[in-house]
């Protein structure tokens, strides 16, 4: 059974720097994609960055390409978003996804399997 844990969230000033890491444990990732998602209050849940988990290739959302980078540890099956020059509209429930397939992950439809999310706050 594929878990996904994440940790790592919490309160930070604006144009602080936050460190989301995401654990999966129960499959071989190596043909998956992985991604973070987030949801603010009152709002969809969005897409923000993924990783093709065994060539490394990235994608990400617009509103966060420069600021946020997504990385992967092949060797400790964790997923990790670097977060920098963070803004009040960052704050959101962020969730670890991954799917079953090589192809970059960005639309919640194609996720197979989700984290329980882990809240990160940006304080003006």
């Known amino acids: 059974q594929v878990q996904l844990v994440e940790s790592g969230g919490g309160l930070v000033q604006a144009g602080g720097s936050l460190r989301v890491s995401c654990v999966a444990s129960g499959g071989t990732f190596s043909s998956y994609a992985m991604a973070w998602f987030r949801q603010a209050p009152g709002k969809e849940r969005e897409f923000v960055a993924t990783i093709n988990w065994s060539v490394g290739n990235t994608y990400y959302a617009d509103s966060v390409k420069g600021r946020f980078t997504i990385s992967r540890d092949n060797a400790k099956n964790t997923v990790d978003l670097q977060m920098n020059s963070l803004e009040p509209e960052d704050t959101a429930v962020y969730y670890c996804?991954?799917?079953?397939?090589?192809?970059?992950?960005?639309?919640?439809?194609?996720?197979?399997?989700w984290g329980q999310g882990t809240q990160v706050t940006v304080s003006s």
């Open positions: 996804a991954g799917g079953r397939s090589t192809v970059l992950l960005t639309t919640i439809r194609r996720a197979d399997y």
